[in-house]
RNA sequence: GGCGCGUUGGUCAAGGGGUUAAGACGCCUCCCUUUCACGGAGGAAUCACGGGUUCGAUUCCCGUACGUGCUACCA
């Protein structure tokens, strides 16, 4: 068995890409770059009343962001297209067909209020949620129950109809997945899942093996919520092109939120994205926050997003994409759901921005700044501010935080924190250390400590102190790297006028 | 309700018949720093429960509980 290895990721464009969906693709991509295969994304976007306007780009874009370039899709081409389902409908009817013609499947003619009062007529305490089974399929209205010239007569007429498989009564359908291993079903109590839909369209069951078929998948991730519906695609794939030609599947574990399954709601409740990027719902104006936003670098996004659910058996934890590729393994993947944990998901990007140049964080913090009305910034400045300041930010968004007092005197000053300590000895120490400043010709810090603690000592006053006020002098509070590097930083000048200023609303009190 | 899948500290997890049951995040203490971080050193905290199998089970088997998914002409 010598099939190139192609594997793909399958979103249904219905609105945010979630942390599960991204972690999808990335095991896709892992896998197919590993072992020199083919990864493609294919657009699942039959069920028309879903779609939503704008979802398939801001998929592309999320992958573009995480780096994760499909080999063929509907924007990247490929030989197998078309990659959307809704352009492939012609192709999936015959399927549906041949299976009707070979006895595995049948038409359906109930009416969805006919579909309705079954469900409603068997529903009970001990049966909440009534199928249509290999219990229910013979009082219902389909080509198994009525004569065939009566549903040829329906046929011709146009009576609206769908397709559903026939579940067989007592097989057990097993399968090897490459994460559970062997998993095993009772057919008989699977139900007649629909086939092809009333408007001629696949449902996910037939699309998804057709496509695979087509496009020569040789081994299908997905989340674990498919497990499930397995034996229905196993039973398709026995029927219409031997099983022998199935991918191998692999069911990933779900991400789960912090009360169970990860939701939108999550993010808004927990304060933390669950989207790749913002997601803006055009119906009802709705914004919710991405990764991307909230201040996470790409390779963080990755690397933490590869460990929920995997890990190389070592005690490493950062890993690049190109480690990634190197490293990952399917069978070391877990069978169990992992908790999704923000403040570990802050510590991966931590470490990816310290771990990351300041030429490369420039452009993004640069951003952050100008989103805080902070422009026009001299680009080696800004790289000497970054590289003060990376190590104590773990989001991007914090490098405003961070670093602000390097661009603008601070609006603000923790006066309560100086105002006790504050007297006529301290304020002329200010005053004079003005003066010894403009008798320094080199403002290194090294300098400006020298004098300052000179002066102190000449005074007879504490540097501690001193240093504590001078900080919130130019920094506004008791934060940032050490206080006469950012002295040197922001330069005599500015350091004086922010003695100054400070003086000055210090005896405002 | 039925069916599927799962269960090592609060979270991510290594391990797997005999171990002091790794490591990371978070939390706490201390050091560094008269700031906040970073860094360093420590600490508290785990094998869901009950039966087997076995000289010995966290590890294998069976139950139970719990969690989670599915049970749509949605994916």
């Not at 497990?227 to 779900?254: C, E, I, R, T």
């Not at 393994?329 to 877990?334: G, L």
Request: with cysteine; net charge negative.
């Amino acid at each position: 068995m010598n099939k190139p290895i192609r594997v793909r990721f399958a979103p249904s464009p219905t609105g945010g890409l979630h942390l599960g969906g991204v972690r999808t693709v990335l095991y896709n991509y892992l896998f197919a770059r590993r072992y020199g295969g083919r990864f493609l994304v294919r657009i699942e976007d039959t069920d028309q009343t879903r779609f939503v306007e704008g979802a398939e780009e801001y998929i592309f874009k999320c992958l573009d962001w995480c780096g994760l370039t499909p080999d063929e899709s509907p924007v990247h081409g490929g030989a197998f297209g078309p990659y959307r389902q809704s352009e492939r409908k012609p192709m999936y009817r015959k399927y549906a067909e041949q299976l009707v013609n070979d006895g595995h499947a049948y038409y359906a003619f109930d009416t969805p209020e006919q579909l309705e009062s079954m469900r409603n007529e068997l529903k009970s305490a001990q049966n909440p949620s009534p199928q249509y089974d290999g219990k229910t399929r013979m009082k219902m209205r389909n080509s198994l129950t009525m004569p065939a010239d009566e549903v040829a007569r329906l046929l011709e007429m146009g009576t609206g109809y769908v397709i559903r498989i026939k579940m067989p009564d007592n097989e057990t359908i097993r399968f090897t997945d490459m994460i559970h291993e062997e998993v095993s079903f009772d057919s008989g109590l699977v139900d007649d899942k629909v086939l092809l839909k009333a408007d001629g369209m696949p449902t996910y069951h037939l699309a998804v093996v057709v496509d695979d078929y087509l496009m020569e998948i040789t081994h299908a991730f997905r989340g674990e919520e498919w497990l499930s519906s397995a034996p229905v695609h196993v039973l398709l794939w026995k029927y219409l092109f031997g099983l022998d030609k199935m991918p191998q599947w692999a069911h990933l574990p779900l991400i789960l939120g912090p009360s169970g399954k990860l939701s939108k709601r999550d993010g808004a409740k927990y304060g933390f994205p669950v989207f790749a990027m913002n997601w803006k719902d055009n119906k009802t104006g709705e914004l919710t926050e991405g990764f991307k936003e909230k201040g996470f670098l790409p390779e963080a996004f990755i690397n933490l997003l590869a460990m929920l659910g995997w890990n190389d058996g070592t005690e490493q934890e950062l890993f690049s994409m190109q480690e990634l590729i190197e490293k990952f393994s399917i069978d070391r993947v877990h069978k169990a759901g992992a908790k999704f944990d923000f403040e570990k998901a802050r510590w991966f990007n931590q470490e990816w921005i310290k771990r990351t140049d300041a030429s490369m964080l420039a452009p993004l913090v640069k951003n952050i700044l100008s989103e805080n009305e902070i422009a026009d910034i001299d680009d080696r400045y800004l790289l000497q501010v970054i590289g003060l300041v990376k190590d104590r930010c773990s989001l991007l968004t914090d490098f405003y935080t961070q670093s602000f007092y390097f661009f603008q005197t601070p609006a603000f000053l923790d006066k309560a924190s100086v105002i006790p300590k504050w007297d006529a000895l301290k304020k002329s120490f200010f005053t004079s250390l003005k003066d010894e400043f403009s008798l320094i010709s080199h403002f290194t810090m090294i300098n400006i400590e020298e004098s300052f603690k000179k002066l102190a000592v000449t005074m007879n006053l504490k540097v501690g102190d001193l240093q504590m006020i001078y900080r919130i002098m130019l920094v506004g509070s008791k934060m940032g790297p050490g206080v006469f590097q950012i002295s040197e930083t922001i330069g005599k000048e500015e350091s004086v006028k922010r003695i100054e200023n400070a003086l000055l609303s210090f005896e405002e009190g």
